[in-house]
């Protein structure tokens, strides 16, 4: 990874994990430009784990520190292990990532990074490995993959979601072992598009990765159904001036919006009766009481957000200055 710690040494900008030793065990390496490297020092910097698939590492700049993130097993069952450091020397003890009540399933790559557009944000895409299928008759070996995907605002307590993220598609080989495993990182490739690139014909002499596309920030979202639904935010603060959302409607679908106090009353010249009937398709739309969309005088104090929708879909919400 390129180290975007700013006191790193220029002949240390690139810097590496990688298993090696006689036992298992994470070696740092580093580089002046990403081509030629050398061992930070002999010694692993991490030994608790197993280390045979994706070992991750980076500066992470929200909290000053790098973390890493690699496999292990716990009672027998694949899983994520995670530790920081503040001078990619000096780890602390690996912890095993918490998933709350989320159901216990072998997890073989994690992919987990920063998320770009809300750094604070941890957005992690696992492989989820199932040992005991075959759907192929002529593949060799058992067991297939798809890909799961969970977020954290701590790196180590995690949500994550059962339903598969990445299924795996027609083809029938990648219905076999050690495919749709994602590759590490995000990358914005349009206006309104993120690519995720994951692998496909493992075993076979056609193994290739694949690009993935997916809407920005629509990772998952809250959604009602023709019917209507809505939805009341805990208390927050928040800074800005202004409301932003990233949503998709129907043609006859529509989103509004409720700004509340702590106990959920609508505050004066905030509430869905004064709200827009919001319809589209928008990565960013300020959001508008009547003529006004300065949320401004409600900054530092805790408010609730109620959003009301009919066939519609919000994917991220973000409160941001007015440019001048």
Known sequence: ?????PDTPPDQKWKAVASAGPKASLVPFVSADGYRWKRLRDE?????GAFDSQNLAYWNTAIG???EFHRGFRDGVRDIMTSTSEDFLNWTEPEWLDY????REHLYTNA???????PHIYLGFPCRFVPSRKKVPSHKEKGMNDGLFMSS????HFERWGKAFLRPGPDDLVWTDRCNYASWGLVQTGDTELSLYYSEH???PTARLRRSTIRIDGFVSIGADERGGEVLTRPLTFTGSRLAVNYSTSAAGSIRFELCDADGVALKGFSLGESEWLFGNEI???????????VGRLAGQPVRLRIWLRDADLYSFQFIDIPN
């Open 112 to 118: 987990i990074t920063t998320y770009f557009r809300a």
């Open 65 to 67: 520190k790098y973390v």
């Open 44 to 48: 692993p910097i991490i030994t608790k």
């Open 100 to 103: 709350g009540n989320a159901r």
């Open 1 to 5: 990874f390129l180290d975007a710690n």
């Open 202 to 204: 493992y075993r076979y």
């Open 153 to 156: 605002r701590d790196g180590r």
């Open 284 to 294: 960013e739309h300020t959001v508008h009481w009547g003529e006004n969309s300065d």
